[in-house]
C-alpha cells in the first residue's frame, strides 16, 4: 500500500525568495516519486522524478526535491520564485516501475508568488 | 514541445446525457490514459489503453464509461449516461514505449458539469 500527503494546500511566496512544497510520503516499498506541475490551462508537467538513483534529483526551472528515507519525504524546493512559478504541484508516488494505475497523487499544493 | 490535447475544455451536460471527451496524444506514443479529479479529491486512474484495448480499469470506470481510439490520433472517453457524481476534471495522458510505465504526459483536462 502506498499513500501522499502533501502538507500545504497553499503556499504563498516573494518573488526572489525560496520555494518550499512539502510532500510526505507511506510505502511498503523503496518508491518512485514525482512531482507535476500544473500551470492554468496547461497539462500537468512533469518536474522531477526519484527512481533510486542519487536522493537529490533536479528538474525543470530550477526545481529539486530531495528523497529523505529516514523522513518518508520528498519536498520541492527552489532557492528563488519567480512569478511563472505560480501554478499548482502535485507530488506522486508509484511502486518502482509501476503501472500508470499505481500512481498516487497528492492533493496538490497551489503556489502564489507574490510580487 | 509536444502536448497531449484535450477537448473540450469544458462541458456543462444534463444528467443522463452522453458524453464524449476527446484527447489527441503525443504522436509517438503507444500508451493511453484516463485520469479524473473531482472537485476538492484527488486525481485517480480510470483507465489504461494500449494496442487497441483496455489494459487496465479501476473500479470506477463500469458499464457507463467506454473508451475507443477511432483513427490514429484521437483517443476518445464516453459516458453514456452522466450522472451528478461524474461531474470532475478528466485528464487524458500518454507516454511513449521508452519512457517508464508511470512517466506520463498529460493533457489540460476537460472539466465536465453534470446538472
Given at each position: 500500500a502506498q499513500s501522499v500527503t502533501q502538507l500545504d494546500s497553499h503556499v504563498s511566496v516573494s518573488e526572489g525568495t525560496p520555494v518550499l512544497l512539502r510532500c510526505n510520503y507511506s510505502s511498503s516499498y523503496s518508491p518512485?516519486?514525482?512531482?507535476y506541475v500544473q500551470h492554468p490551462n496547461k497539462g500537468l508537467q512533469l518536474l522531477l522524478k526519484y527512481t533510486s538513483a542519487a536522493t537529490l534529483v533536479k528538474g525543470i526551472n530550477g526545481f529539486e526535491a530531495e528523497f529523505k528515507k529516514s523522513e518518508t519525504s520528498f519536498h520541492l524546493t527552489k532557492p528563488s520564485a519567480h512569478m511563472s512559478d505560480?501554478?499548482?504541484y502535485f507530488c506522486v508516488v508509484s511502486p518502482p516501475s509501476g503501472s500508470a494505475r499505481q500512481l498516487t497523487f497528492g492533493s496538490g499544493t497551489q503556489l502564489t508568488v507574490l510580487p | 514541445?509536444?502536448?497531449?490535447?484535450?477537448?473540450?475544455?469544458?462541458?456543462?451536460?444534463?444528467m443522463g446525457q452522453e458524453v464524449i471527451l476527446?484527447?489527441?496524444?503525443?504522436?509517438?506514443?503507444?500508451?493511453?490514459?484516463?485520469?479524473?479529479?473531482?472537485?476538492?479529491?484527488?486525481?485517480?486512474f480510470l483507465v489504461s489503453f494500449y494496442n487497441n484495448e483496455i489494459s487496465e480499469k479501476s473500479?470506477?470506470?463500469?458499464?457507463?464509461?467506454?473508451?475507443?481510439?477511432?483513427?490514429?490520433?484521437?483517443?476518445?472517453?464516453?459516458?453514456?449516461?452522466?450522472?451528478?457524481?461524474?461531474?470532475?476534471?478528466?485528464?487524458?495522458?500518454?507516454r511513449s514505449l521508452a519512457s517508464g510505465a508511470n512517466v506520463l504526459t498529460f493533457g489540460a483536462g476537460s472539466r465536465l458539469t453534470v446538472l
Open positions: 518512485s516519486l514525482f512531482w505560480a501554478a499548482e | 514541445e509536444p502536448e497531449v490535447t484535450q477537448t473540450p475544455s469544458h462541458q456543462v451536460t444534463q476527446r484527447c489527441v496524444p503525443i504522436s509517438n506514443h503507444l500508451y493511453f490514459y484516463w485520469y479524473r479529479q473531482i472537485l476538492g479529491q484527488k486525481v485517480e473500479e470506477i470506470f463500469d458499464d457507463q464509461f467506454s473508451v475507443e481510439r477511432p483513427d490514429g490520433s484521437n483517443f476518445t472517453l464516453k459516458i453514456r449516461s452522466t450522472k451528478l457524481e461524474d461531474s470532475a476534471m478528466y485528464f487524458c495522458a500518454s
